[in-house]
Each structure stands twice: as structure tokens, then as C-alpha cells.
């Protein structure tokens, strides 16, 4: 047994190096680490010493061999022989761990049947062993088939495996399998949403690995843990655990980890630059480029000895090169990874070199890179991967082959390589290469003029991506930094021909009916996306929803490159509504962003007025008349893209000089798909209040005193049955889940500092002493249970903003809202510290004690305030998130 946990260990950090991910087109960087492998391997497992060494024995060297160079169906081959040996022979426990490396090959393969049928065997055949070598490698197993099961979407049942195997490496006291094991439970946890969770087992794993002396061991576990950290969006962790593990890597004189986790390193801080972006921060991620690039030339340095970890460098350092159009220095590089490519010998590995490779190169075809020498490459790993019988690669090299004709117009070329790839692809049920082919395939016909099929193609990849939905960021850490590039565009551009399709105004409800369940499904996916796990699951029928509220609309505005589309079901009629507005994205999203800027100041009224008049013109002009003929008092709005950045409140009607607030309660809804609105009937209103009024410094935060809280608090409590109050050193993130845990509170109310941002690590709420970051906020008004979870009807955050130049930030306030489990969330987009808010907050309780909807009480405290103050900056931050009933 020492020579199999050696074994284990040693594979753990340089098998992995094989396996490249291979599964989007954007940002597709390459790893050393059990991170971006869907399914997470560790190793091969190896046999137990023999006795008398026979060719068993050697069958599974050779298939270790196999495994390690990517070569997995001579592997699987192989192994298949030295099951029947062991068999043959009644070497259960050899042949158990024979059927646990064919499990592992076969996941690598895709044939997911046939990986489960051997470790469901290689079980059977441990749980009739009781020996102590036995227990270790039943756990391993246990291991194997809890990565099977995550990567088929089955969650819970992974963590209750990876658990099992977790108790056995206590008994064992195996602290390095212990540490592995923690880490894709975090992974299994997160993925079912369990933030606390997650965040408790990973501090856990670093709380045992600093307890270790340096060693090669510590090392690993340092660096897969910050791997991980890096997929579940911890990156500010993911940086220092991976510097730690860098340290102890140095420190122990081991080449290869130095080398892996400067890679990984440079790979963390290549996704804080796409989060730098989104923030609006250039500065800061034009640094962080030039970090990055240091760490993939350091890790070159180091690797010297090791070719391939080398190579998997230089690429990573080309794609960031590359991306940041930085195309002198990356054509340096050019000549020695080709070199180093064109050395490979055959394996899984040649091929993901020479796409990745394309891939940079294709890139940089404007700029003397020859389209002939991209299709040679791509070629190459064709031919490579045939000869593999890896149909897999195939499929992605073909495919990747296919989009570089795209590239170059010749159409169909482009059409018989990705019909190729996708053959494969639906052969083996690999969903997540799959959706890039039917997206590059409607592309393809789309400008081939070929309109219907073109739909089609974009129906199936738009439904394999539902298929993938809950473990789309499971099969790729980085798709949240791609979301943009690989994911949204595949629902803008269906819905874009859907409604194409459509000959006038009155349209065939199908599609449109379609193209609104498109839409949504973006609001679902961006949700996912920002908290890394799959959202609340749909649980209403939209258009019985509206039938039944005669006096609400729901209006959905979607963004495309050219219009503005408004799609719109009126109560009490049977067809959908499209109007549309000829005003390009760029256009509307300047104006958006103007006025974005303009409203946090109130000296900008002139500004904001002529801003707000220009989007009403594009956004309600259109529909005005069906909203008054069908005499509509409320608007639900299902914003799209930039424009819930902005309160809709503030649109302004030049002709009859009103706001939109002046003539309807307005609410928002990140899809109608996600909650479940109910009216607020009979609720007695118990509120626990909280806020910070006192001037804090956080976490390197200063946040300035918010002088009015005191009066706001008082104000509130006047107007409810009864009330809780956390005020200044009593509000701590403890006092706030003791209070919400043993009290049912209908109203939670806190007035403090906060942001909403597209970063979920920068979307916060200001404690007295600390930043209660979203996914803890999850988990604390959540903590009540799943029967109570509807309690909370009412969410307040009163003193809470946007992040500056974050043009999706939004997003943050519509993830805290879905996933706070409050029936609604209320909050503001700029921070007004002012009289006028107490009195807004006053009228608002005021107005839900009279029992009129969510949406009403808010309508009528914004008219109080706009009836003393006109600009727009003191009764226009607020908006309502969710229920509106």
C-alpha cells in the first residue's frame, strides 16, 4: 500500500497536465491542476504490490502509461485484460482497483454508462473485502465515483459519496487523500448552493494544510486548493493560497510545483483582469496584465525541465498576449511553441496543444498570421486525434477547424466540418461542445440566407445549454469571465431571428411566446453565472399571472445590435404584443450610461430630464396607447442588459411633462420565471431594523457616517406592530442571524452602507465590523430553514449603491434579491443620506399598513417625496425587486 499512495500523490499534480480543458471557444486557458477538468481526476490508481510479479502486473503499468499521455482507449483496453486476470485469478482487491482506472478512463472518454458499470463493480467487489488495504482503496473509489456523479449533474449524491470516503481517511488518518477529498466536497456544496458550507470545509482544508511542515504534499494541497478557490470566484483567496503554495513549493526545491502554481497564479490573475473590466477599473487591469504575463514567463523559467509544463506556459502567456492585443510581443513566442508542438508525441495532450494553439493563432490572423498555417495546425490535431480513436478531441478539433472557415467566409467548408464535429459530439452526449457547434452551425446558415434552419440550430444549442445549466460552471471554472463571449450571445442572436421571423405587428404568438422564454432563460443564466450555482428553479405561469391581474402588464425590453425590442402581454387578451424601436445598442447604451452618471447628482436634473424623455420616446412611446386602452396601473418590467442600471421610475413624459411614477407603480423582476408573487394580506408587519450611523473603516473600506439612520429607524418602528433594532456596535453580522434565527420577522430593514456589482465578491452590506458579502447574506436570511423561507416579506436596503463603472451591476442587486428568499427586495441604486429618505421610508410603511400592493406603497412614497423635492436624485433611487403584490 506505500507504493500506492506514492503513486497517488506523485500523479496528482503531473497527470493532470494531460488534460486540458477543452470546452469553449473564449478564453479557453489551459491548467496544470484538477480544477478545469469536468471531472476532477486525481489519478490512476496503482495495484498493490505483487508477490510474484507477473503480466498482469505489467498490463497495468503500460495502462498507467497509456493514461498519463492521454491515450485512453488503448488504456481502457488494457485494463479491460487485467480485469479478467485479476479475475481469473481471484485478486479481488487488484481487481477492484483495475475497474476503478477503467472508470477513470472511461470518464475521460465521455462514455459515462460504461464508467459507472465499472465502479459500481469495483465497489461490490471492495464491500466484500475487510482488510485494512482494502479500506483505503474502497475510499479511493468512493473518490472516483463521487467525480462521476458530479459531473453528471448529480450533486447531492457526489457529496454524500466524497463524505463516506471522508470518514474512512479520518479512521486511516490519511491527512493528504483527507485534504483532496474536503476540496471537492467545497466543489459538490457549492454547486447545491451551500455557500457556508463550502466556505467552512475549504477554511477547514487550509486550517489542516498550514498545520503540516513544508513538504511536496503541502505544496499540491496548497495549490489545488487555490485552483479551486479560483472556479468557485474566490479570487482574492484563490491569489494568496496560491502564493503560499508557490512559497512552500520553493522552499522544499520542487521544480514542477513551483512551476504549476506559478501557472495557476498567473491564471487567477488573468481572471481578476476580466473582473477589473467589468468594474470599469482599466488601470487596475492593465497592472494585473503585466503580473500575469510575469508569472507565465517565471513558470516557463522554472519548468525548464519539464517540456510540457513548459509549453502549457508559454500558451497560457500567447492567449493573454493575445487578448490584450499585445500581438509584437506575442509573435515572439510563436516560433518556440511551434517548435515544441511539432515534438509532441501522439497523446490527448498533442491535440489540446494544437487547438489551444490555433485558437491564439486565429486570433492573430490580421496581423501576419497566416489563415493556412491555423487550418495546417488544426488539421494536425484532427489526424492526431483520429488516430487516438478520441472522438471527443475529435469532435473539438474538428469543430475549432470548422469556425476558422467561418472566419475566412468559406462557408461550406465551415458547414461540413461542424456538421462533423456536432456527429460526434451528439454521440457521445458531450452537451457542452455540442451547443458550440449548433450556435456555430445556425451562424453559418444564418449568413448562408438559410433563415429557418438557422433558427433551428440555435433552438438546439439554446436547449442544450438548459440541459448543462447545472453544471455549466463545473465543466468550465472560467466560463464566468466568458460569459459574455461564449454564452449570452447565444440567446441574443436566437432571439434576434425569432423575431425575424415575424411579419408584423400582431404576430404568430409561438415565437414570440419563445422569444420571451428565451430572455428569461438569460435572466436565469446570468443569475447562475454570478453565484456560481444554479438558481431558484421556475415556479409560476407567467401568463395566468397576468390574466388574473387585470390592472398589470409585464413588459419586456430586449437589447439587440440594431432595435430595441418590446414584447408585451396585455390581461384579458390572448396574443402577445412586439413593438420595436430602430435604435442601435451602442446608441442606447450610451444614453443609459449617461444618465446613470447624471442621477447620483442632483445638480444633473436638466441633464437627467433630457436623458429619461429620449428612453421614454424608445422604451414606453410605443406602447403608451395599449397600456391606456387596456387601463393599466402597473408596470412589471423584466429588464434587459444596461437598463437595470437605471430606475424606470425616472423615464420622463415630455408631452404630458410626468414621470412614469406619476402614472404607474412600477416594479422589476429578474424573471417571472423565478418567484412566486404573492399579495401582502393580513401579514402583520414585524420588522427587525438595522444600521450603521457611525463613520467605518473595513476591510480598507472608509465608509462615511450616514447621519440620518437614527431618525430613519425611529420613523419606522413608529409605523409597525412591532420591532427589533441593531444599531451601530449591536449590528454584527452574529445578532443579525441570532435575531432572524429566532424570530419571524415579516420586514428585515437595514440602513447601512452597501454595493450591488457584477462581481459577487464585491457586492456587500456594511456591518459595524465587517462586510457581509452576498453569498453570506444568502445563507443568513436563509438560515431559518427552507418551510420558513417565506417569513421575510419584505427585504430594505436603504443606503446602498451601484459600483461605480460597473456597467452589470445590477446583476448584484437582482442576485441578492432572488437568492435572499424575501418575497421582495426594496433598495436603492445611489445613497441618498437625507431627511427626505426618512420621510420616503416613513410613507412607505405607511402606505403597506393602508394594504395596498408592494408596488402601490412605493408609488405613493416616491409621489410624497416628488411633491416637496422635484429633482430626481432625492425620490428616485428606489426600486422593487420581486413580488409587487
Known amino acids: ?413 465551415a458547414k461540413s466540418l461542424t456538421q462533423q464535429a456536432l456527429v460526434k459530439a451528439e454521440f457521445l452526449d458531450a452537451q457542452d461542445i455540442a451547443y458550440q457547434w449548433h450556435w456555430q452551425m445556425g451562424r453559418i446558415l444564418q449568413k448562408q440566407s438559410n433563415i429557418l434552419p438557422a433558427t433551428d440550430a440555435y433552438n438546439r444549442a439554446y436547449n442544450a445549454l438548459k440541459s448543462l445549466r447545472n453544471d455549466l460552471v463545473a465543466i468550465n471554472p472560467d466560463i464566468q469571465f466568458s460569459f459574455r463571449e461564449s454564452v449570452e450571445p447565444v440567446y441574443r442572436q436566437y432571439v434576434d431571428l425569432l423575431l425575424q421571423l415575424q411579419e408584423n405587428t400582431l404576430q404568430k404568438p409561438d415565437n414570440l411566446v419563445q422569444a420571451r422564454q428565451v430572455i428569461e432563460s438569460l435572466q436565469l443564466a446570468e443569475l447562475d453565472n454570478f453565484f456560481r450555482s444554479p438558481c431558484l428553479l421556475p415556479r409560476v405561469d407567467l401568463d395566468k399571472l397576468v390574466e388574473k391581474e387585470k390592472s398589470t402588464v409585464v413588459i419586456y425590453p430586449i437589447i439587440l445590435d440594431n432595435r430595441l425590442e418590446i414584447i408585451t402581454r396585455l390581461p384579458g387578451q390572448d396574443a402577445i404584443y412586439r413593438k420595436t424601436t430602430k435604435v442601435p445598442k451602442d446608441v442606447l447604451e450610451n444614453v443609459v450610461e449617461q444618465l446613470r452618471k447624471d442621477l447620483p447628482i442632483a445638480s444633473r436634473e436638466p441633464d437627467v430630464k433630457q436623458h429619461s424623455q429620449q428612453l421614454y420616446d424608445w422604451l414606453i412611446k410605443p406602447i403608451e396607447s395599449d397600456l391606456r386602452n387596456a387601463d393599466i396601473t402597473s408596470l412589471v418590467f423584466v429588464l434587459d442588459g444596461s437598463l437595470r442600471n437605471i430606475p424606470m421610475a425616472i423615464l420622463y413624459d415630455r408631452q404630458q411633462q410626468k414621470y412614469l411614477i406619476e402614472k404607474y407603480a412600477i416594479s422589476l423582476m429578474p424573471g417571472l420565471q423565478l418567484l412566486d408573487p404573492k399579495p401582502l394580506h393580513n401579514v402583520r408587519l414585524n420588522a427587525l431594523i438595522a444600521g450603521v450611523e457611525q463613520e467605518r473603516l473595513i476591510e480598507g473600506k472608509s465608509f462615511p457616517e450616514l447621519s440620518n439612520v437614527t431618525q430613519e429607524l425611529k420613523l419606522v418602528q413608529s409605523e409597525v406592530k412591532s420591532s427589533k433594532e441593531l444599531l451601530n456596535q449591536e449590528f454584527t453580522k452574529a445578532n443579525l442571524q441570532k435575531q432572524i434565527q429566532s424570530t419571524p420577522f415579516s420586514v428585515v430593514h437595514l440602513a447601512t452602507h452597501g454595493q450591488f456589482s457584477s462581481d459577487i465578491e464585491q457586492t456587500y452590506i456594511l456591518t459595524w465590523d465587517s462586510l457581509l458579502k452576498a453569498r453570506e447574506l444568502d445563507n443568513l436570511l436563509r438560515a431559518r430553514g427552507e418551510s420558513r423561507r417565506g417569513t421575510i416579506e419584505l427585504l430594505v436596503l436603504s443606503a446602498c449603491k451601484t459600483a461605480t463603472g460597473d456597467k452589470r451591476a445590477a446583476l448584484g442587486l437582482a442576485g441578492v434579491a432572488i437568492w435572499a428568499g424575501a418575497r421582495s427586495t426594496l433598495a436603492t441604486l445611489w445613497t441618498v443620506d437625507d431627511e427626505y429618505t426618512s420621510d420616503f421610508m416613513g410613507e412607505l410603511y405607511r402606505q403597506l399598513n393602508a394594504r395596498v400592493t408592494k408596488a402601490q406603497a412605493l408609488q405613493r412614497a416616491q409621489l410624497a417625496i416628488l411633491a416637496k423635492e422635484n429633482r430626481p436624485y432625492f425620490w428616485a433611487p428606489y426600486v422593487l425587486v420581486g413580488n409587487w403584490l
Do not use: H
Open 1 to 413: 500500500m506505500k507504493f500506492f499512495q506514492q503513486f497517488f500523490l506523485a500523479l496528482l499534480t503531473v497527470l493532470l497536465c494531460a488534460f486540458l480543458p477543452y470546452f469553449f471557444d473564449s478564453f479557453n486557458y489551459l491548467t496544470a491542476g484538477f480544477a478545469k477538468s469536468k471531472v476532477g481526476f486525481d489519478s490512476v490508481l496503482a495495484t498493490t504490490p505483487a508477490v510474484n510479479p507477473t503480466q498482469t502486473s505489467s498490463l497495468v503499468q503500460q495502462s498507467q502509461a497509456l493514461y498519463e499521455a492521454g491515450q485512453f482507449i488503448e488504456g481502457v483496453q488494457l485494463l479491460k485484460k487485467a480485469v479478467a486476470k485479476f479475475k481469473a485469478t481471484n485478486d479481488v482487491l487488484n481487481e477492484a482497483i483495475a475497474l476503478s482506472n477503467l472508470s477513470l478512463a472511461y470518464q475521460q472518454l465521455g462514455q459515462w454508462q460504461e464508467a459507472a458499470e465499472a465502479i459500481a463493480q469495483s465497489i461490490k467487489l471492495l464491500q466484500s473485502l475487510k482488510d485494512a488495504d482494502s479500506s483505503q482503496v474502497f475510499a479511493q473509489a468512493l473518490d472516483v465515483r463521487g467525480g462521476l456523479e458530479l459531473a453528471q449533474g448529480q450533486n447531492e449524491a457526489a457529496l454524500s459519496t466524497w463524505q463516506s470516503a471522508a470518514k474512512i481517511y479520518q479512521r486511516l488518518d490519511d491527512i493528504s487523500a483527507l485534504v483532496r477529498n474536503r476540496i471537492k466536497q467545497a466543489q459538490a456544496m457549492q454547486a447545491l448552493g451551500n455557500y457556508l458550507q463550502a466556505d467552512k470545509t475549504l477554511t477547514s482544508v487550509r486550517e489542516i494544510l498550514q498545520k503540516q511542515p513544508d513538504s511536496p504534499v503541502k505544496a499540491t494541497g496548497l495549490y489545488s486548493l487555490g485552483n479551486v478557490l479560483r472556479s468557485l470566484g474566490y479570487l482574492d483567496d484563490s491569489y494568496k493560497t496560491l502564493e503560499e503554495s508557490y512559497s512552500v513549493a520553493r522552499q522544499v526545491k520542487d521544480a514542477i510545483a513551483q512551476s504549476n502554481a506559478l501557472i495557476s497564479l498567473g491564471n487567477t490573475a488573468r481572471a481578476q483582469i476580466y473582473a477589473q473590466f467589468s468594474l470599469g477599473n482599466s488601470s487596475s487591469a492593465k497592472d494585473l496584465t503585466q503580473t500575469a504575463i510575469q508569472y507565465y514567463q517565471q513558470a516557463a523559467l522554472v519548468a525548464s525541465a519539464k517540456p510540457t509544463v513548459r509549453l502549457l506556459a508559454q500558451l497560457n502567456l500567447l492567449r493573454l498576449l493575445v487578448e490584450q492585443e499585445q500581438f509584437s510581443t506575442a509573435k515572439a513566442l510563436l516560433p518556440q511553441i511551434q517548435s515544441q508542438i511539432d515534438s509532441l508525441p501522439p497523446s490527448r495532450t498533442a491535440v489540446n496543444y494544437r487547438i489551444n494553439f490555433a485558437q491564439s493563432l486565429s486570433k492573430m490572423i490580421q496581423n501576419e498570421v497566416q489563415p493556412k498555417d491555423v487550418a495546417k495546425m488544426l488539421a494536425q490535431a484532427v489526424q492526431v486525434a483520429k488516430s487516438l480513436k478520441d472522438e471527443r478531441t475529435e469532435s473539438y478539433a474538428l469543430g475549432t477547424l470548422g469556425g476558422l472557415y467561418e472566419q475566412s467566409g468559406q462557408l461550406a467548408d
